[in-house]
């Protein structure tokens, strides 16, 4: 299975490598860059939809129902989004017959999850 980082998601990473540093972590990034590369893409290639459902959660708040309605627009039909639990990190990703696409990645710590990179792009 194709397993695909887009760039929202690398830049997802460089803030947790800054978010990691400003918390007293500065060697966290290697253990999240490690989690990734040994388990997370290992998982996601075999079992690709292993995650939880993400927008089976009901949003509980006014921000994050425009949040999943945006989310369920910019869907094609056989696309899920998911989400990947992991040690100290959460990952949402797209998956669908072409393949595993990973979209945005924070630290459990973090407030929320930046999408608008996957918001913004053309279908």
Do not use: W
């Not at 039909?77 to 100290?88: A, S």
């Amino acid at each position: 299975m194709r397993i695909r980082f887009t760039a929202n998601v690398l830049a997802n990473l460089d803030a947790i490598d800054a978010f990691l540093a400003e918390n007293g972590n500065p060697y966290g990034y290697d253990g999240l860059l490690a989690e990734l590369d040994d388990v997370v893409l290992p998982n996601l290639s075999r079992f690709p939809r292993m995650g939880r459902l993400f927008l089976e959660r009901a949003p509980d708040s006014v921000e994050a129902q425009r949040l999943h309605e945006a989310i369920t627009q910019r869907l094609s039909p056989g696309d899920q989004i998911r989400e990947y639990v992991m040690d100290d990190h959460l990952l949402l990703y797209r998956v669908n017959e072409q393949g595993v696409d990973l979209l945005a990645i924070r630290h459990h710590k973090q407030l929320a999850f930046d999408m608008q990179d996957f918001l913004d792009a053309p279908r």
